[in-house]
């Protein structure tokens, strides 16, 4: 069975993050950010990437699934989840080919992270492109970590 596993790194340092992924035996990080910068230190697309590298764990960026800036705009001056998920869920309708290329590369790899800022996976885009997923391959086994 393919596993999936659904990660953030909010509140975490990188030690913190990479041991987290250890644990788990996670060989693979998505990054689902739209803008994979961060101002914590060693989570920028260059730092993380090189930082993964160096502990045998691939790393992908997938762009086009980030949470569009004026959804997040929109979430951040309402504070209305509700809306901000149904909007995400209907941009992500236009995005199923790239989902499907994240579904080939989970399934190839094994073992694989979806990764985004929110701890909490159930406030998190991440969630939504896991329940995509499933729809794409029901036997897909997906874990908050």
């Known amino acids: 069975m393919t596993k999936l596993f659904l990660t953030g790194y909010e509140k975490e340092t990188i030690d913190?993050?990479?041991?987290?992924?250890?644990?788990?035996?996670?060989t693979t990080v998505i990054d689902v950010r739209e803008i994979p910068l961060s101002r914590k230190n060693g989570f920028s697309r260059d730092n993380l990437e090189k930082i993964l590298r160096e502990n045998g764990i691939s790393y992908y960026h997938f762009a086009p699934l980030g949470s569009p800036n004026e959804i997040r705009t929109e979430l951040r001056r309402s504070g209305d989840y509700l809306t901000f998920f149904r909007a995400y869920r209907k941009y992500l309708k236009s995005k199923l080919r790239i989902v499907q290329n994240v579904l080939n590369l989970v399934q190839a790899k094994r073992h694989s992270a979806l990764l985004c800022f929110e701890k909490d996976c159930e406030l998190c885009h991440r969630s939504i492109i896991a329940s995509e997923l499933i729809k794409m391959n029901p036997r897909l086994q997906v874990t908050p970590l």
């Open 16 to 26: 913190e993050f990479l041991e987290k992924l250890k644990r788990a035996n996670i």
